[in-house]
């Protein structure tokens, strides 16, 4: 092979501006998606307090951004939080967070795509009146991304881009409809129960968990899953390598996701619990799994909000490919994971190997989380769905429980490689970032594993599959672990060589 053809094989040629990059970021946090199915998650433990919850989760995440902007500022390499933890806190640090981000992202990967097929087939009924099975429009999911994603990486951009604008303005422009309503006068959910705060546009007992009738333990498992709203907003680091002026747009990007994601979700999330009743959205959103869709007017808005959701699910798992992919990519090319992954397509400059393998690793976590559970226990995970769409809300729920602590486990380490970084250099503005980024990312583990541990009510039993979240994200970590040690003993030259960077400052 000729060193221009090699060079072909290892080099991404630099294709991409700033647009390009905060579509790859936005696209990860999916604001459409998150607004209309991952505030139902934070609802189950914050209820009516789930707007409070996405505050602080935006506050954690800016903090973790900062830490991001400031490495991204000085290195450039589609490894990313595996370049940035190798280089900032060591090599088996690097190590293992680069092997736990991939892993969290193929679960989040797998889960969000699971949930493109339920909100696809439940925009299906809205309109057709006919429910079809989630699978058909998971598989047509797997097929889009590889038609967008295999062969140019500015169509799968620009597409997420325009994706974007239209989903989030749809779901603000029905938020405001809802605040102006204000609370309904009885339950959304039975028809029956009145609420208090009927009429009401504003209630500060949103951002009170007292005031809204939740405790401020509720609020922080809340949090967890807000920050994972937000995941993704890092991921546009992965396209480093293929960015004009790299170390200018990577972190106007990333904070810039974080911000317009943070207003946007305060504007969905308050909604919503208006559009519950802020009290009585302690019991009546959790029950609800399409979050704004359920309060929406009427049949034709909420028919609106999960077709942004169903396309948000799909971009967004389309951005979890593009990144996953490029950090099998970055530690394939430094042999650290099997050389197979380190190489691109000699003519669509693309990472063919590790993209397919994120597709086959997809399949197995969908088909297995489906298989391998009871249907009572995909039912109660589910929120009580039993129809056609059961698997997908599970596989959906299951895969982002199992990730989401082995992604916050992941932000703590880029803390401490940021304090790390900061007190090697003398850079305080690194030891800063990395003290808070570290801090938030610390509470969010703690919420997203209480309930793993403490029934979320007296005498409540703990379901298997969320009594297994630790254990898996233990599993995760440990593994990784034994392949840092064995990769040490092995593989000498490739342990030495470990965070490479290829554009440094």
């Known amino acids: 092979m000729t060193a221009a053809a090699e060079r072909s094989t290892h080099e991404f040629r630099k294709t991409l501006g700033l647009k390009d990059v905060i579509a790859q970021s936005l696209s990860v946090i999916a604001p459409a998606m998150s607004g209309a199915f991952l505030t139902y998650l934070a609802s189950t433990q914050a209820g009516g307090a789930t707007p409070l919850a996405f505050v602080l989760g935006a506050l954690g995440m800016l903090c973790i951004g900062a830490v991001v902007a400031l490495f991204a500022r000085n290195l450039s390499s589609a490894g990313s939080m595996y370049t940035y933890l190798s280089r900032g806190a060591g090599r088996p640090t690097g190590f293992v967070g680069g092997w736990s981000y991939v892993c969290a992202y193929l679960l989040f990967g797998a889960g969000v795509l699971s949930g493109f097929g339920f909100f696809a087939a439940q925009f299906v009924e809205l309109v057709f009146g006919e429910l079809v099975g989630w699978y058909w ?102 396209l480093s390598e293929e960015t004009h002026d790299s170390r200018r747009n990577i972190p106007r990007a990333v904070i810039g996701s974080i911000a317009i994601g943070g207003l946007f979700y305060l504007v969905i999330s308050y909604a919503t619990a208006i559009g519950f009743g802020v009290e009585q959205a302690a019991t009546d959103w959790p029950a609800s799994a399409t979050g704004l869709a359920a309060v929406a007017p009427d049949k034709t808005t909420a028919a609106l909000v999960v077709a942004a959701a169903a396309g948000a699910s799909l971009f967004c798992a389309l951005g979890l490919h593009t990144a996953s992919s490029r950090v099998l990519f970055a530690m394939g090319r430094e042999h650290v994971f099997p050389r197979f992954f380190g190489r691109l397509h000699p003519r669509w400059n693309t990472p063919w190997n590790a993209m397919g393998f994120v597709h086959a690793i997809w399949v197995l976590l969908i088909v297995g989380s489906v298989v391998l559970v009871s249907r009572d226990a995909q039912i109660a995970l589910a929120g009580g769905i039993d129809n056609n769409v059961t698997g997908g809300v599970f596989a959906f729920s299951l895969l982002l429980n199992f990730g989401t602590p082995v992604v916050m486990f992941v932000y703590l380490l880029l803390g401490v490689a940021g304090i790390a970084h900061g007190v090697r250099n003398a850079r305080r503005n690194f030891v ?58 092995k593989r000498a030259a490739a342990w030495a060589d470990m965070g490479r960077v290829f554009d440094e400052v």
Do not use: H, K
Request: hydrophobic letters at 60%; proline letters at 4%; charged letters at 10%.
């Open 432 to 489: 800063v970032a990395g003290i808070a980024a570290s801090v938030f990312a610390a509470v969010a583990i703690f919420g997203g594993l209480y309930y793993s541990f403490e029934p979320a009510a007296p005498g409540a039993e703990i379901l298997l599959a969320v009594r297994l979240i630790p254990w898996v994200g233990i599993g995760i970590v440990l593994t990784g672990c034994a392949l840092a040690a064995w990769t040490r003993r």
């Open 137 to 238: 429009f998971t598989l047509l999911g797997l097929v889009a991304i590889a038609a967008l994603n295999f062969f140019n990486i500015t169509v799968s951009t620009r597409n997420q881009l325009v994706f974007l604008v239209l989903s989030m303005t749809v779901m603000v422009v029905i938020a405001v409809i809802v605040i102006a309503q204000g609370s309904p006068e009885v339950s959304v959910v039975d028809g029956e129960t009145p609420v208090d705060s009927a009429g009401r546009s504003f209630d500060a007992a949103a951002f009170w968990a007292p005031s809204a009738g939740v405790s401020w333990v509720g609020v922080f498992f809340g949090m967890s899953f807000a920050m994972l709203s937000f995941t993704g907003s890092e991921s546009g680091a992965a």
